[in-house]
């Protein structure tokens, strides 16, 4: 957008006693952007999405959005071992679920490794390994049944979910979700007041050598859909879960309990690593999801040239003005904001004779303009709904007050961005108009030279 103001100088020429007139241009070439967030474009429209992200109100809940995932699992070299306590919680009598993602460095491993255990030999419950043959079984004390043990063998180069259950009347044993073994069972588990271990039993002997993930104790008996569920990476009901363990802080000496139950792991020895099964990374354990996305759209106006106008001699002073209108259309309900500013200082310029930025004496808008004999000067006001306050007037002065009186509060233009308009909320499809009002006047004691003088200013609209 150019901004054109013809002018005509009455040169006196002494010589001939008469009267040439010269005309000269006037200029200012706008340009017009939109930022929405962190997006630049010129003109037109531009649109964005923009997203949260919220800790999950729903354990292992998926965002459809893109998120950044934390996955690990802890390795175990065969004397090492998570020692989690003994909290109510975790002292279960009836039904009952124990889970973990176990991959073993060797099917034979002495003293039978545990890979879950509260109580050891005696009383409560554990999951481990045979020392021979890789199978892996549970033993609730108390129970008229002792072991249940899977069918086939775990293997040594992926992960297997090994997950036992009792209740029901029911011990079973399931492999990557399927059911491989199932005895007839009753009674209550004994209690025991020892700690809950990963990886050993109390911290001192039968220790598992590999990668163990995702263990889990539940106060119930997964379903068999659930414990498919499981395996599948997808949703399971948090329901009577009391011990969530997904080692996913990639560092440090402690693992947090995910079930909100408090029982936190101390690490002894085993050791972070990144070989995880696919399946605990899609449950999203590090608990994010995607919480609000909306699509925003941001358009700015681009007005016609403008001219400054009238012409005025060049020795006897004058004064030229116009106008443009920017338009800024958002269906943002934060609202927007709309700066202008110039590129050069001064911002009208031709060689030596540019016209000088309109300086307000106290550092705020003039209520009215003001130009010395000597001088010449290009400045602007502003009008229309939503004028910032800095524009706004009383009657008499300008940044206070509510009024947007027309042809008053004049200010200069920097090349520094200025906030002429502002809105809270959106204005889709109507949208709103800021008007900038452009004023250049010579003294009458102001000789400015015949030439092309050429603005260049930036309106931006920015949604917030």
Same mark, same amino acid.
Request: proline share 2%.
């Given at each position: ?29 706008? !340009?017009? $952007? ?21 800790? %999950? ?56 490794? @545990? ?6 030999? /005696?009383?409560? $419950? +554990?999951? +481990? ?20 043990? !899977? ?8 992960f297997n979910l090994i997950t036992a259950t $009792? ?5 079973? !044993? ?6 491989e073994s199932r005895e007839v069972n009753s ?40 414990? /498919? ?21 990639? %560092? ?71 106008? /443009? ?30 016209? &000088?930025?309109?300086?307000?004496? &106290? ?42 009186? %027309? ?18 909320? %959106? ?13 250049? @006047?010579?003294?009458?004691? +102001? ?7 050429? /603005? ?9």
């Open positions: 957008m150019q901004i054109k103001s013809s002018k005509i100088f009455n040169i006196l020429l002494v010589f001939s006693l008469m009267l040439f007139p010269f005309e000269n241009t006037y200029s200012m070439q706008s !340009t017009n $952007y939109i930022i929405d967030k962190d997006s630049v474009n010129f003109g037109g429209s531009e649109e964005s999405t923009s997203a949260s992200y919220k800790l %999950s109100d729903t354990m292992g809940e998926i965002g459809t959005g893109e998120s950044s995932e934390k996955c690990s699992a802890l390795s175990f070299d065969g004397n090492d071992s998570i020692s989690i306590g003994n909290s109510d919680s975790l002292n279960i009598t009836s039904a009952i679920t124990l889970s973990a993602w176990i991959k073993p460095t060797t099917n034979e491993q002495a003293n039978s490794p @545990e890979i879950l255990t509260k109580g050891g030999d /005696a009383h409560g $419950y +554990r999951l +481990r390994m045979s020392s021979t043959g890789g199978i892996v079984g549970s033993r609730f004390y108390g129970t008229t049944n002792v072991d249940t043990y !899977t069918t086939s063998s775990m293997s040594t180069d992926s $009792y209740g029901g009347g029911f011990n079973n !044993t399931y492999k990557n979700g399927v059911l009674g209550s588990i004994s209690i025991v007041t020892s700690n809950l271990y990963i990886g050993s039993i109390g911290g001192t002997g039968e220790f598992f050598s590999g990668v163990l993930d995702d263990v889990r104790i539940y106060n119930r008996a997964l379903s068999e859909t659930e414990v /498919a569920d499981l395996y599948n990476g997808n949703q399971v009901d948090d329901t009577g879960l009391v011990g969530y363990w997904s080692f996913d802080e990639g %560092s440090g000496s402690t693992t947090a309990d995910l079930s909100g139950s408090g029982n936190t792991g101390t690490i002894s020895g085993a050791t972070f690593t990144t070989d995880t099964p696919s399946a605990t990374c899609s449950i999203l354990n590090a608990g994010y999801r995607q919480d609000d996305t909306f699509i925003s759209t941001i358009s700015i106006s681009s007005p016609d040239d403008v001219i400054l106008g009238p012409s005025f001699g060049g020795i006897l002073g004058g004064i030229g003005t116009g106008s /443009a209108d920017w338009t800024v259309t958002t269906d943002d309900p934060a609202g927007y904001q709309v700066s202008i500013k110039a590129t050069t200082t001064p911002a009208l310029i031709f060689s030596a004779y540019s016209f &000088a930025d309109y300086m307000p004496g &106290a550092g705020i808008p003039d209520y009215d303009w003001t130009v010395t004999s000597s001088a010449s000067e290009f400045g602007y006001s502003v009008e229309g709904t939503n004028t910032v306050s800095k524009f706004l007037d009383n009657g008499t002065s300008c940044d206070t007050g509510s009024g947007n009186a %027309s042809d008053k509060c004049w200010l200069g233009f920097s090349t520094s961005d200025e906030s002429v308009a502002t809105s809270s909320s %959106s204005n889709d499809p109507s949208g709103t108009a800021t008007t900038i009002k452009f004023r250049a @006047e010579a003294g009458s004691q +102001r000789m400015q030279q015949d030439g092309t003088y050429i /603005a260049t200013v930036v309106v931006t609209a920015v949604s917030l």
